[in-house]
């Protein structure tokens, strides 16, 4: 989508710009020395092609090619009933027929897809938690390095106790309405602090993973253990985490976390 213009002359630039991007992507010079990763986000960026992309909701419509590669697994529980966290009811009639199910690849059994184990309501109930409870001092977020004094209720809450508080940015000490900062919460770290800048975990500064997500990141891992070859060669307890929010066209960039320090751990991901 085009962005708005202020002048004929904006539009222009934004236009020639446009093109020169679209020769270049068909340069195929241009994708020597990029990651598989970045030439497969720079390919689904432009393109309305996504036949080839695997949709575990809707099996049926993939491809022959797709369905050839997705293996459906039977989980060794039903994570609804053996979740201490709630996750929705068990006796759900949608649930019942899809309580152990979940799927892998061929070509890549270590990865499990559990469809969509949490109701409706627990997910919003989660995602306020996210925005209320973990996205608090003193677990980390992109914000803390640029402004002074992050309320200790989170944003959230400061800015739903006093919609016009604002907080002071360190670079040019102006005041930002929390109204306008809480767009700008791209991420919050759990259990092991993690420090992007060194790319390693703080290993002195460790809070406690949230319970719930401490108990349903544990269940799913007893839930997927032995199904393919995903038993974890120790028992796992969930130490570190990340919550990431999304603005409308955010996106996470493919990457290998490699600060992990063990790379046979299970890493949970819900989305
Ligand atoms: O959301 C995920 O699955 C992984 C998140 C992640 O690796 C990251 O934020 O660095």
Redesign the pocket.
């Known amino acids: 989508m085009a962005p708005q213009f202020k002048s004929k002359r904006q539009q222009k630039i934004w236009e020639q710009q446009q093109r020169e991007a679209a020769v270049q992507r068909e340069n195929p010079s241009s994708f020597e020395n990029q990651s598989p990763f970045r030439q497969a986000e720079r390919y689904y960026k432009h393109t309305m092609d996504f036949s080839d992309v695997f949709d575990f909701h809707n099996l049926e419509d993939n491809i022959q090619a797709i369905r050839d590669e997705i293996v459906e697994i039977e989980l060794t529980l039903d994570l609804r009933e053996a979740c201490p966290y709630p996750l929705g009811d068990p006796h759900e009639v949608a649930w019942i027929p899809r309580r152990r199910k979940a799927y892998t690849l061929k070509k890549c059994p270590g990865l499990v897809f559990i469809p969509n184990p949490l109701g409706a309501h627990e997910q919003r109930q989660l995602i306020r938690q996210c925005l209320t409870d973990y996205a608090r001092p003193p677990n980390k977020s992109n914000l803390d390095p640029h402004y002074f004094h992050i309320p200790s209720e989170g944003l959230w809450q400061a800015h739903i106790s006093h919609p016009t508080a604002t907080l002071t940015k360190q670079s040019d000490q102006s005041q930002v309405p929390l109204a306008h900062l809480i767009p700008k919460l791209r991420?919050v770290t759990l259990g092991y602090q993690y420090n992007w800048t060194t790319k390693e975990y703080e290993l002195d500064q460790r809070y406690p993973v949230p319970q719930p997500l401490a108990d349903l990141s544990e269940t799913v891992v007893r839930a997927i253990s032995g199904t393919t070859n995903t038993t974890p060669s120790r028992p796992f307890k969930a130490e570190a985490g990340?919550v990431?929010f999304y603005q409308i066209r955010d996106t996470?960039q493919g990457?290998v976390?490699r600060s992990e320090d063990s790379m046979d751990a299970p890493?949970v991901?819900l989305?």
């Open positions: 991420w990340i990431n996470l990457h976390d890493l991901s989305r």
